[in-house]
């Protein structure tokens, strides 16, 4: 008879390192790590320094106009990933699509390096449901603002992904899959990026595979940055339109140039179902236009809209403060 496998070590350095390949390898349970206080775990934060640090390779690598333009590209082509899919979709279902293009939709969000798409959700709904309470998990009015604009990414109470609170996602294999090896389409990515610039190098353009691949670092960086600017400044910057919410989240112009529509953010705590968040015409959506324009491929279909309701309630507000200016 074959002897037994030896046992992994359990000890929390060890964890924390094969969580940065297998993000659901949580020997101790889910529910053990979100009791846990609100603490930085710097050992499974270390990918996350290693990326903040990697820009500075910009010093050795240069620049061109290819290698920043592409790092500009990048930022939109993953910023309308996290607004119109992580958000949109996987977190509020306001459009539907079929299973095929929701994989690949999985995918794109997976190259913004922002966690798997299902941990996204989970972290998201969660957020909704104690908007701006102490089980917020990033509440600038709770916690202040670099907690809720970066610390509150490298707590272990935050790692886990609850599948229990998501399961209209979780049934999905594929999905799993890639929100469990969350590391695999950003290595993918990279690699990809660094290909392609060794592929220009030798065809006589101005930029090499280091150069595209540091860049592409800049990019992520500064998209997670832009993300994270909902969390930390939504909720303390702008004006509200809705007193119903019950927390303090605003719409802000600057915000919403920032994440392509997501800035109107007391509007979205107002009424989450709509794949609206600039609820009049005046107000700058770009990821619903996005997705207007793509939902005319039939890849997606049956974009929510803001009830009647809403606006009149809209409206019962604005004719409110002008009865108290006048």
């Keep these: 008879m074959a002897a037994p496998l030896p046992s992994l070590p359990k000890s929390g350095f060890f964890r924390a390192l094969v969580r940065w390949f297998d993000a659901d390898y949580i020997p101790e349970g889910v529910a053990v790590l979100q009791q846990g206080p609100k603490r930085v775990d710097w050992v499974r934060s270390i990918p996350f320094l290693i990326l903040h640090l990697g820009c500075l390779g910009v010093i050795w690598v240069g620049a061109s106009p290819i290698a920043v333009w592409t790092a500009v590209g990048l930022y939109f082509f993953r910023m309308f990933a996290?607004?119109?899919?992580l958000h949109?979709?996987?977190?509020?279902?306001?459009?539907?699509?079929?299973?095929?293009?929701?994989?690949?939709?999985?995918?794109?969000t997976g190259t913004a390096v922002q966690r798997g798409a299902l941990w996204w959700a989970c972290t998201h709904r969660h957020h909704h449901l104690h908007s701006d309470e102490e089980e917020d998990k990033h509440s600038p009015v709770v916690d202040g603002f670099w907690w809720s604009h970066i610390g509150w990414i490298t707590s272990k109470k935050n790692f886990p992904t609850d599948y229990s609170k998501i399961t209209d996602l979780a049934k999905y294999p594929e999905l799993v899959f890639l929100n469990r090896f969350d590391i695999l389409i950003p290595v993918l990515a990279g690699g990809g990026l660094y290909g392609v610039g060794a592929w220009l190098a030798a065809h006589g353009y101005n930029t090499t595979g280091a150069q595209m691949l540091v860049w592409g670092i800049v990019s992520t960086v500064v998209l997670f940055h832009g993300t994270g600017c909902i969390n930390s400044l939504a909720h303390v910057f702008g004006s509200k339109r809705f007193k119903t919410t019950g927390d303090e989240s605003r719409n802000s112009l600057i915000l919403t140039l920032i994440t392509l529509g997501e800035g109107w953010h007391n509007n979205h705590h107002r009424y989450q179902a709509t794949t609206k968040q600039g609820f009049y015409w005046w107000e700058f959506d770009p990821?619903?236009?996005?997705?207007?324009?793509?939902?005319?491929?039939?890849?997606?279909?049956?974009?929510?809209?803001?009830?009647?309701?809403?606006?009149?309630?809209?409206?019962?507000?604005?004719?409110?403060?002008?009865?108290?200016?006048?």
């Design 82 to 85: 996290i607004t119109g899919f």
């Design 88 to 108: 949109r979709y996987f977190s509020h279902k306001t459009y539907s699509t079929s299973r095929a293009f929701q994989f690949v939709m999985a995918i794109w």
């Design 287 to 326: 990821t619903y236009y996005g997705l207007k324009v793509l939902s005319w491929t039939g890849l997606i279909w049956g974009l929510k809209g803001v009830p009647d309701s809403v606006y009149a309630e809209a409206e019962r507000t604005k004719a409110e403060a002008a009865a108290q200016r006048a």
